[in-house]
T-cell receptor
C-alpha cells in the first residue's frame, strides 16, 4: 500500500542556515504530495502541495518538487528563522486510495 | 468558514469511563478523517468517511473505539471503556470531494485517561 518515509529528527540549525528535510514515498498511481507543519499545541496546517510530477509547491520561502523518477518530495528553505521551529510532516493522498497518509514527522529546531 | 471544530479541547477522564470526542467539518466537505497522535506512534489514521459513510476503519485499534457520522456536519469518536494507553491527541480533518486534495485539521482534543 501507500507509504511515506521521512528523515528522522530532530534537525537543529542556526538561524539563516539552509534546510533540507527528505521525504520519499511508495504509491500506486499518481498521488498528490503535501508538506504540513505543526506548531506546539496546534493542529496541522498545510504548508505546500504538488499534484503531479515535476510540480513545485512553494509557500513562505519553503519549496518542494514532486520527483516521480526518485519518488521524492524533499522540503527545502534557503534561510530558516527561529519562527520556523516546528514539526514538519510529509504526506500523500490518492493513487489507489483516498486515504491521507503521513510520515513520522521531523522536528526542526532553529537557534538564534 | 470557521474551519474544522473539535470539542472538547481537553478531556481528563478515569479509566473505564466512556469518552466522546466531537467534530464539525468544514461546510461542503465530503471527506472526514480521524487521527490519533502520540509520541511513540506518531500520527495514525483511525478511520475516514466519505459522504457520511465509513470507508476504511482499519486503523481503529480495537472494539473499544467506534466512530459515527450521522450527518454531513457532525462526527463522533467514542472510546468505551477508556484505558490509560488511549491518552493522546485526537485530530479530526476534512477535505472536499477530490480524492487527492488536501485536508484541513481541527485544533485537536487532548485526552488524558488516568
Amino acid at each position: 500500500g501507500n507509504s511515506v518515509t521521512q528523515m528522522e529528527g530532530p534537525v537543529t540549525l542556526s538561524e539563516e542556515a539552509f534546510l533540507t528535510i527528505n521525504c520519499t514515498y511508495t504509491a500506486t498511481g499518481y498521488p498528490s504530495l503535501f508538506w504540513y507543519v505543526q506548531y506546539p499545541g496546534e493542529g496541522l496546517q498545510l504548508l505546500l502541495k504538488a499534484t503531479k510530477a515535476d510540480d513545485k509547491g512553494s509557500n513562505k520561502g519553503f519549496e518542494a518538487t514532486y520527483r516521480k523518477e526518485t519518488t521524492s518530495f524533499h522540503l527545502e528553505k534557503g534561510s530558516v528563522q527561529v519562527s520556523d521551529s516546528a514539526v514538519y510532516f510529509c504526506a500523500l493522498r490518492g493513487g489507489a486510495t483516498n486515504k491521507l497518509i503521513f510520515g513520522t514527522g521531523t522536528l526542526l529546531a532553529v537557534q538564534p | 468558514d470557521a474551519g474544522v471544530i473539535q470539542s472538547p479541547r481537553h478531556e481528563v477522564t478515569e479509566m473505564g469511563q466512556e469518552v466522546t470526542l466531537r467534530c464539525k467539518p468544514i461546510s461542503g466537505h465530503d471527506y472526514l478523517f480521524w487521527y490519533r497522535q502520540t509520541m511513540m506512534r506518531g500520527l495514525e489514521l483511525l478511520i475516514y468517511f466519505n459522504n457520511n459513510v465509513p470507508i476504511d476503519d482499519s486503523g481503529m485499534p480495537e472494539d473499544r473505539f467506534s466512530a459515527k457520522m450521522p450527518n454531513a456536519s457532525f462526527s463522533t469518536l467514542k472510546i468505551q471503556p477508556s484505558e490509560p494507553r488511549d491518552s493522546a491527541v485526537y485530530f479530526c480533518a476534512s477535505s472536499d470531494e477530490g480524492g487527492r486534495t488536501e485536508a484541513f485539521f481541527g485544533q485537536g482534543t487532548r485526552l488524558t485517561v488516568v
